[in-house]
């Protein structure tokens, strides 16, 4: 292991976390907020804890895959750390493990929070929480890359790779820096068009950027006690619109830019997201259309609930834990669905669903002609046997940590139902699960020994597993 | 710029790996996916599985957009047929490796009428470099400028030669000839001297000279420059085949060496002055049978790297000979320069080599004044030709009173096609074309060469 190279990567996430933290500083400045003080002790922090890691430039640059997972795996860890010292030096809160749930919920996206009460933060904490979805969306060192030009061979693409969702990250143009770039500039675009369109609808500035920050990253951060049901109709459709592009896979966009129209529609993940969209709005819809006054709030109350769960965002328009079993049980289904690769959702991804489905009807295949041979497309393109593989391994471990989490958060004597769906909405970076913590009520009812299970699982949700797991390997700490 | 190669074998994988060190936008094409996946690991490129020639799989690496197509298969037809595509939808320039002797002599035919920009031939053009050496042995390296008017040969510094110790002024002004020491390698350490630095026994020296003057200077200084008079050649491959006929043509008497009792009749026809042993390359006996004892040059190119350095290490041993040994695998070039088997040709390299001359000219004439740009001494220094076009900050001032920047040398001036070695009064004008050797990278434009006030 090329500890050095790591070392001087974290060092600039440091210095980038500290410029990160301007922004909020800017929000104290606005409302006069005395809380400003703690963002910029936190950055002067950070600043100098990159500076001390950046002072020794790495004499040997050479980066393999193992490099890259563990910088990606320290790289969170460290900034899930910085991030949560504001929310102690503010005072919003007192437990230290509070704070670094918090913090490791929002640069995941996961947006569960230990808060009973979000409307008594100040503006600037308010802002942070929320910006750090943003920044965890599309990831913090997909953001170094697209702005560090690295010379020479490669091999940083190994820290896209292990940052980036989906079963094989590939890119979109010959480098790492422009595909960076690009897949930031959409983002960028992206949210910005949302926070018009928020504006138009007569929203608050602060809040059409806290929520567009939400949206964008998938995060789920509410401002409001009651999430996102006091806002006008126009405001939830548009924020469900905006929740469901953002789960699309970028690869689409970038298509679409390129006016490649027909491969873009073509994309056999995006589609089949939609349909599961669409058919679960139709079911819920029907199931719960006797609650609601007319049949379109019934659709537009089922669109915002199923894309807010399914592309992992967690924002609630209405308490989905009053619904029947029926709808409520799609919804869970729905947790572990999750968003398209290439997204800023989590979840296990529809790509990954949709290859082991392929798997399945492979094997049925092959029990009905044993000798025949047959090869797995997806989007006209063979798949690899290490693809498959790699996606089979994933689902064994993500329902290994599974189980192992639900086990260890049961010791707080809940009902099943909370631990399982807190747990389920941890590891796949939603947000409100059901029953104790459902869209209404927070995580703070858990112990700390149980929030630091969900911090890690929302850690390995997020970095897909296997970075988090080679922590624990003892052979990555030893440099033969 | 954005370019397209086809093929990941080693001239395909040399190609990318320096391209990507130039920062070009680089899609790499192979229809084996495990070398697709090994290559995008390695560098920044962008792999793309399928064959060459089909044109959805070219369109998707986006050739419309591409600058240059580079066709490196196993295949002559299949990167033909490749550029032939290429071409039908784009503006790029494409480049094919074609090999087979066949094509050989057609090759300004196949280039005109498809609508090629450079055929590459691997083989040939290793044997032309090849030829170069047995021309010049003294030269462990010979390149050349302006369309060969001036040359830059590499050699070791022997003891006989009286000249370890001298300052290069004072070498100068003993020899009083037209050349320029431009270049030293010592100990894996690069120089740009300037006229104070002292040389060493057994320094690897560069001088840039027109081949007249060289010749004159080698003679000067006690080094025998005739061309060799004689070659024993062991392997009669395609490289062995284009070798001997090169040779041939220079009046060398080559003997050439080769076990397939086939091949070897096949070589006798069609090259009658070349004596054609048929016999085993590696055996001892047989090798002074043949007269390596008293052989002015001894080529080795089996097909095995092992047995040519084995061979050339015999040689260097039991005879005085020129020894010019191919390796073909580039991985431990180290190991093999550090064996000092004289001179050593990687023919992938060589290929790879030319191309990168050809991309580097194209990417120079879009976004500077770069004639043309060759990487020497071991890459590590640069040596650029520049079109002056008008009058400047350079123009009409005496060479001595310009501020060059430090590890710079203005190495020879051509103007209207007479190459000569620029003295401290003598100016840059408009219209000459001016070479400079330099450890500086990113030269655009000729007044780079002053130093920043």
Not at chain 1, 275 to 290: G, N, P, Q, T
Not at chain 2, 38 to 64: K, P, R, T
Not at chain 2, 402 to 418: E, P, S, T, W
Request: net charge neutral.
């Amino acid at each position: 292991m090329n500890f050095s190279i790591v070392k001087y990567i974290i060092g600039y996430v440091l210095a980038f976390e500290a410029a990160f933290m301007a922004l909020p500083c800017i929000v104290a400045v606005v409302y006069q907020e005395r809380e400003g003080w703690s963002f910029v002790i936190t950055a002067a922090l950070c600043l100098l804890l990159g500076f001390l890691l950046l002072r020794r430039k790495p004499e040997n640059r050479v980066f393999y895959i193992k490099e890259g997972f563990v910088t990606v795996a320290l790289s969170w860890i460290v900034l899930s750390v910085m991030g949560s010292i504001p929310f102690l030096l503010t005072g919003s809160m007192t437990n230290p493990v509070d704070a670094l749930f918090e913090t490791v919920s929002g640069f995941t996206t996961t947006g569960a929070s230990i808060l009973s009460d979000v409307e008594a933060l100040s503006r600037s904490v308010m802002f942070w929480r929320s910006f750090t979805h943003w920044i965890g969306g599309m990831g913090v060192l997909v953001f170094l890359l697209s702005l560090l030009h690295v010379k020479g061979d490669g091999s940083h693409i190994n820290l896209m790779r292990a940052e980036s969702p989906g079963p094989s990250v590939s890119k979109l143009v010959p480098t790492v820096q422009s595909t960076a770039k690009i897949l930031y500039i959409i983002y960028i675009a992206m949210t910005l068009l949302e926070i018009g369109l928020l504006l138009l609808g007569k929203m608050p500035l602060f809040d059409a950027l806290t929520i567009s920050f939400g949206t964008a990253g998938t995060g789920g951060f509410g401002i409001k006690n009651d999430s996102m049901a006091g806002y006008s109709v126009y405001l939830q459709v548009v924020v469900t619109i905006f929740m469901i592009l953002f789960g699309v896979n970028f690869s689409a966009y970038f298509l679409l830019l390129r006016k490649k129209f027909k491969q873009a529609f073509s994309m056999e993940e995006v589609r089949c997201y939609f349909l599961i969209i669409l058919v679960s709005i139709a079911a819920i819809s029907i199931s719960v259309k006797d609650m609601y006054a007319s049949f379109g709030e019934a659709v537009q109350q089922a669109a915002f609930q199923v894309g807010s769960i399914i592309t992992t965002t967690g924002y609630a328009s209405t308490d989905f834990n009053l619904w029947p079993e029926v709808p409520q049980t799609i919804l869970v289904l729905l947790m572990f669905v999750g968003a398209c690769a290439g997204s800023t959702g989590g979840g296990i991804k529809v790509s990954r669903l949709v290859i082991l489905v392929k798997t399945i009807k492979k094997e049925l295949h092959t029990l009905l002609h044993p000798r025949s041979l047959k090869k797995l497309k997806m989007d006209g393109h063979t798949l690899e046997h290490e693809t498959v593989r790699a996606t089979n391994v994933f689902l064994i471990a993500y329902v290994l940590i599974f189980s192992f989490s639900v086990l260890l958060v049961g010791f707080d004597g809940h009902d099943l139902v909370t631990n399982f769906t807190a747990v389920a909405s941890a590891l796949n970076n939603i947000g409100p699960g059901l029953s104790l913590v459902g869209p209404i009520e927070n995580f703070g009812l858990f112990s700390n020994g149980a929030k630091l299970v969900l911090i890690f699982d929302m850690l390995a949700g997020r970095l897909e597993i296997f970075p988090l797991l080679l922590l624990f390997v003892r052979d990555t700490w030893k440099k033969f | 710029m954005k370019i397209i190669i086809i093929g990941c074998g080693k001239v395909g994988s040399t190609l990318a790996e320096e391209l990507c060190e130039e920062d070009h936008e680089l899609t790499v094409i192979d229809t084996n996916p495990q070398k697709i996946q090994q290559l995008s690991e390695s560098l920044d490129v962008m792999g793309s599985c399928g064959n060459g020639s089909s044109i959805q799989v070219l369109s998707e690496a986006g050739v419309e957009e591409a600058d240059i197509l580079i066709a490196v298969t196993g295949s002559d037809e299949l990167n033909l047929l490749c550029c032939l595509i290429a071409k039908k939808v784009s503006q790029c320039h494409t480049i094919a490796r074609v090999r087979n002797p066949i094509y050989h002599k057609e090759v300004h035919f196949i280039k005109k009428s498809l609508g090629i920009s450079m055929i590459i031939n691997p083989e040939f053009a290793a044997a032309m470099e090849i030829s170069r050496l047995l021309r010049f042995p003294s030269a462990i390296k010979l390149d050349t400028f302006s369309k060969g008017r001036a040359e830059l040969l590499k050699f070791k510094l022997l003891p006989e030669f009286k000249l370890g110790g001298m300052k290069v002024a004072d070498i100068m002004e003993k020899l009083r000839c037209d050349v320029l020491i431009c270049g030293v390698e010592r100990g894996g350490q690069v120089f740009i001297p300037s006229g104070d630095f002292v040389l060493e026994d057994q320094d690897l020296v560069s001088v840039i000279a027109s081949p007249k003057n060289s010749n004159l200077f080698f003679k000067k200084i006690g080094i025998h420059t005739h061309q060799v008079k004689n070659a024993l050649i062991v392997g009669g491959g395609t490289l062995g085949f284009y070798l001997a006929v090169i040779l041939s043509d220079m009046r060398i008497k080559v003997s050439l060496i080769e076990k397939k009792r086939e091949r070897c009749e096949e070589l006798s026809e069609l090259l009658p002055t070349v004596t054609v042993v048929c016999g085993d390359g590696t055996d001892k006996k047989l090798l002074m049978e043949e007269g390596l004892a008293h052989a002015e040059s001894f080529v080795t190119l089996t097909n095995m790297d092992e047995e040519n350095i084995l061979l050339s290490l015999f040689a260097k041993k039991v005879s005085q000979a020129k020894i010019v040994t191919k390796v073909n695998r580039i991985a431990f070039d180290d190991i093999v320069d550090g064996l000092d088997l004289g001179s050593v040709i990687h023919p992938k390299y060589i290929t790879a080599d030319y191309i990168l001359q050809y991309v580097r000219a194209m990417g120079n004439s879009i976004g500077s004044n770069v004639e043309t740009l060759y990487h020497i001494l071991d890459g590590r220094a640069e040596a650029l030709e520049f079109a002056v076009r008008e009058k400047s900050s350079v123009t009409g001032v005496p060479l001595s009173e310009l501020r060059l920047k430090d590890n710079l040398l203005i190495a020879c001036i051509n103007r209207n096609g007479v190459v000569h070695i620029p003295r401290g009064q003598d100016a840059i004008q408009p219209g000459d074309t001016v070479i400079v050797v330099t450890t500086v990278r990113g030269l655009n434009d000729l007044t780079d060469i002053l130093k920043v006030r």
